[in-house]
């Protein structure tokens, strides 16, 4: 029994031709599909182009307007669509600041509470105010965007959209023309003015008001314009008149030149250079709070807080 038994065990069973030939049928059909296809998820043609993709991981980002936003998950993108005026070199420990849409890091000047200049070396109890002036690279432009364009008289082409006038679209690629322009010094200094809107949430506020000169009554002089903008209308309405920053001038922020920023601090205050390398500090265009204040506007999801506007290496698209 156990002789017969290992005989059948070690016999190799029958196979009939014709299932080879099927099997080996399957496998060369599928060796020729095999060798058609590839791993890039990507469609054909799409790495011609200088595009980063990058998979979304954990939550979405809630803000990508600059003065908002907030969240370390947000950083992968606001900093590679804006860009301040410092950035760092992370390849020298420890970890050094460098220029990125300025010209130099700046160092500040020392004033004493008459206004007179104080040596590099003052002890902080002399110091009254800090005086930053950093110049900003010419040359530099804002990516493409509706709120640049301009028709044939010089005129913005979509800052004067009626009710309704926006349609269907829901994103800035839908407008037909683009535009862009230099970057220029009063850009940041709007930026820094923005901080005190009552619009969005600005989580910086409290820290810059109390360091920026005239920034903390700034904010209650902005609270009380708005106020003024938004009489009559209901506090659920999307839409809401530009709160234009360029008219009320700010003491702690000017632009003395085209491509000159002047920020004064109060006292000695040497953190101020790492805030210029966060993108609380990025330029904002006051063209694109224009266009984005127009009715419709929030409805149709175009806010900056989705559809970014910067300078830096890449830009948000569909």
């Known amino acids: 029994m156990e002789h017969r038994a290992s005989r059948h065990a070690s016999a190799a069973p029958r196979a009939w031709p014709g299932v080879r030939w099927l099997v080996a049928g399957v496998l060369g059909v599928l060796g020729v599909l095999l060798a058609g296809c590839n791993n890039n998820p990507q469609p054909e043609g799409a ?19 600059p003065t908002a936003s907030y969240w370390s998950n947000e950083a992968s993108y606001t900093y590679q669509i804006y860009e301040p005026p410092y950035g760092y070199h992370y390849l020298k420990r420890p970890f050094e600041l460098v220029p990125k849409a300025a010209q130099a890091v700046a160092q500040p000047r020392y004033l004493d509470k008459a206004g007179r200049p104080l040596p590099a070396d003052a002890p902080a109890a002399d110091i009254a105010e800090s005086v930053y002036d950093v110049p900003i690279k010419p040359g530099i432009r804002y990516q493409p965007h509706p709120a640049f364009a301009l028709d044939e008289q010089g005129r913005h082409r979509y800052h004067s ?21 230099e970057l220029v010094a009063d850009d940041y200094v709007y930026a820094i003015k923005r901080h005190a809107t009552t619009r969005i949430t600005t989580p910086i506020f409290g820290i810059f008001a109390e360091y920026v000169v005239g920034l903390k009554e700034y904010g209650e002089l902005v609270k009380a314009e708005d106020a003024k903008l938004r009489a009559g209308l209901s506090p659920a309405s999307l839409d809401k008149p530009f709160l234009d920053f360029r008219r009320w001038p700010l003491a702690g922020a000017s632009a003395p030149e085209k491509h000159l920023l002047r920020i004064r601090i109060k006292g000695k205050y040497p953190q101020w250079n790492y ?4 993108t609380f500090l ?37």
């Open 161 to 181: 959209m009626k009710p309704g006038e926006l349609g269907d679209r829901r994103s800035p690629w839908d407008f037909e023309h683009q535009g862009t322009r």
């Open 282 to 318: 990025s330029p904002v265009p006051w063209e694109a709070d224009a266009f984005y204040a127009q009715p419709g506007m929030v409805f149709h999801g175009l806010s900056l807080d989705r559809w970014p506007v910067g300078t830096g290496p890449y830009m948000m698209t569909e």
């Open 275 to 278: 805030w210029m390398a966060m």
């Open 47 to 65: 790495g011609a182009a200088n595009t980063l993709y990058s998979a979304v991981s954990g939550s979405s980002p809630r803000h990508l307007d």
